[in-house]
C-alpha cells in the first residue's frame, strides 16, 4: 500500500491537498484506503503493484498511465487467465486509482474496452454453479460431524447458523459472541460487518428455534457450552484459539460432504446460504424477506441464490394445460353469458389460503 500512496502523493491533486491542508492530508489519503470493502481494496492493491512493477520495467509513467500501455499491460497479464474477472479487476483498479487522483480514466480508450469485451465473451464458458445444501444433506452432515472427537460442535454451529442465516463466510467469521441476543423465540444475530455494508451501519438478523438436529439455536448454545469463552468479545468460530480461515473450515466441510456420499467439488462454503434461500423461497418465503434475512443490496444479487423447486418449474405450464372446469351459464333475456371459474391449482381451497408456511431448518 505504501508503494500506491508514494504514486498518489506526486499527483498534482494530492500535492495540492498536501500544500493548503497538511494537517489532514494523511488522514484523508487513510480514508481513500477505507472507502471500499477489505476484499476489494485488497485484490485493487494486488492489481496495483503488478501494475507499478510492469510500468517501472519497461520505463512506462505509472501514474497518469497512458491508455496504450494500458492495454499491452491487460493483454499481457491476461493470457494465463481462464476467467474476465482478473482483467476486469485489474482494469477497475486503475481506474480507482486515477478517479482518487483527478486524473482521466487509462481504461476508457477503445483498446482497452474492446480487450475487456473480448474477454468476457471469449472466456466465458458458462456458469459453474455450486450446489446448494439441502435440509436432508445438511442433516447427515451434523450427524457425521457429530462423531467426531469433542461432538463436532463448532463445525456443527457454523453449517447451521450459516444455512438458517444465509451467512457469507466472512460474516460468519467475523462473529462475537457478544453479537449474539438470546430471546425467548431464538435469537438475534448483530451482523457488524457485511460485504455490502460499506457505512458499517450493521445488519440484524433474527433465527427462531426449530428444534432437531439442523436447529441453530441449540447448536450454537452447545458449541458456546464447550467452548466456555472467557470473553463476550472473543470470536466464536476458533480452531485451537486462533479464528478459522476460509481454506480451513471448507476443507472441514468437504471431508464431511465426502464422508456422506456427496461430490465434495460441487460445493462450497456459499452452499448453504444459497441453500438457505433457496429452501425459503421454495416454502412461499417472499422474496423481499429474504432480500432482508440475507442482506442482499437488491433483488438482482438475490435472484441468482434462489432454485426453485421441481414442482414450481413445472408450475408454469400446468396453468397452460390445465383443461379449465365446468362454467356457470346465466340466461337474461335471452342473452347467455359464460363465467368460467379459476382452475383448483390457481386459487387454493378457502381453508388453505392461510395456512402458515413450514418454518426452514
Excluded at 449474539?180 to 431464538?186: E, L
Aim: charge should be positive.
Amino acid at each position: 500500500m505504501p508503494l500506491i500512496t508514494g504514486h498518489l502523493w506526486n499527483t498534482p491533486y494530492w500535492q495540492e491537498v498536501l500544500r493548503t491542508n497538511p494537517q489532514c492530508a494523511q488522514q484523508l489519503m487513510d480514508h481513500l484506503w477505507l472507502s471500499r470493502a477489505e476484499s476489494t481494496i485488497a485484490g485493487y492493491t494486488r492489481a496495483l503493484r503488478t501494475w507499478i512493477v510492469w510500468a517501472e520495467d519497461r520505463g512506462k509513467v505509472v501514474l497518469p498511465a497512458a491508455e496504450a500501455d494500458v492495454a499491452a499491460f491487460l493483454l499481457q497479464q491476461g493470457r494465463v487467465d481462464k476467467t474476465p474477472a482478473p482483467t476486469g479487476q485489474r482494469a477497475a483498479a486503475l481506474r480507482w486509482l486515477h478517479k482518487n487522483a483527478q486524473l482521466p480514466d487509462p481504461t476508457d480508450g477503445c483498446a482497452t474496452r474492446a480487450l475487456i469485451a473480448a474477454k468476457s465473451r471469449l472466456l466465458k464458458t458458462g456458469q459453474n454453479r455450486k450446489k446448494e445444501i439441502t435440509p436432508a444433506i445438511l442433516e447427515k452432515l451434523v450427524e457425521t460431524a457429530a462423531q467426531r472427537s469433542g461432538g463436532g460442535f463448532m463445525i456443527i454451529a457454523y453449517m447451521n447458523i450459516s444455512f438458517a442465516a444465509f451467512l457469507r463466510f466472512q460474516e460468519a467469521r467475523a462473529l462475537l459472541w457478544e453479537d449474539i441476543q438470546d430471546t425467548k423465540d431464538g435469537m438475534i444475530i448483530n451482523i457488524k460487518k457485511a460485504k455490502n455494508d460499506q457505512t458499517r451501519a450493521g445488519k440484524t438478523t433474527y433465527i427462531s428455534y426449530s428444534g432437531g438436529s439442523t436447529c441453530a439455536v441449540t447448536s450454537l448454545r452447545r458449541w458456546k457450552a464447550y467452548a466456555k469463552p472467557q470473553d463476550a468479545a472473543q470470536p466464536i468460530f476458533t480452531q485451537h484459539s486462533k479464528l478459522v480461515s476460509y481454506s480451513y473450515m471448507s476443507q472441514q466441510v468437504k471431508l464431511l460432504l465426502n464422508r456422506i456420499g456427496e461430490q465434495s467439488t460441487q460445493y462450497a462454503l456459499h452452499s448453504w446460504r444459497a441453500g438457505g434461500a433457496s429452501l425459503a423461497a421454495q416454502r412461499g418465503v417472499s422474496r423481499e424477506d429474504i432480500q432482508r434475512h440475507g442482506r442482499w443490496k437488491d433483488p438482482l444479487s438475490l435472484q441468482p441464490y434462489i432454485n426453485p423447486s421441481p414442482e414450481q418449474k413445472y408450475a408454469v405450464t400446468r396453468v397452460l394445460i390445465t383443461p379449465p372446469t365446468a362454467t356457470k351459464t346465466h340466461k337474461d333475456h335471452n342473452t347467455m353469458n359464460t363465467t368460467p371459474t379459476r382452475t383448483a391449482h390457481l386459487s387454493a381451497p378457502r381453508n388453505q389460503q392461510h395456512k402458515h408456511h413450514q418454518a426452514f431448518p
